[in-house]
């Protein structure tokens, strides 16, 4: 084998490994990549968490998994939301888009309580 043939061989051994690298690295550090869906069920007047960290951009989606109705609601400044009458079997997203601490309850089941911890 030639000497030229050599470094035109390492050569091209470097440029495919910095290209292979370049490609993982977009893949990796793609902003937004991180959101996600949690899922928070309602069943014997209670939820399945009674506290929950998130990311900003992830989204909490409330099921009922319940026999009875529920309005679940924050009234947290910066994380208010409420999702009126939401009956058995029915499910609602609500998505989280800035940090915050969020106290999420039942208004028509007080007892029923989640912290909502959603961070940067």
């Known amino acids: 084998m030639k000497r030229t043939d050599r470094r035109d061989m390492r050569w091209f051994g470097r440029t495919r490994l910095v290209v292979a690298a370049a490609a993982l690295s977009a893949v990796v550090f793609i902003p937004g990549a991180r959101a996600g869906d949690t899922k928070i069920v309602q069943k014997d ?6 506290s929950l960290r998130i990311h900003v951009g992830d989204t909490v989606t409330f099921v009922n998994a319940d026999t009875v109705t529920h309005n679940v609601y924050s009234a947290t400044k910066g994380c208010e939301f ?6 058995p079997g029915n499910s609602t997203a609500v998505p989280f888009p800035r940090g915050c601490m969020a106290q999420v309850q039942c208004a028509i089941h007080p007892k029923m309580k989640l912290r909502v911890e959603v961070a940067p």
């Not at 409420?82 to 009956?87: D, G, S």
Request: charge should be negative; aromatic fraction near 8%; glycine fraction near 0%.
């Open 82 to 87: 409420e999702l009126q009458t939401q009956t």
């Open 45 to 50: 007047k209670a939820f399945s968490e009674q």
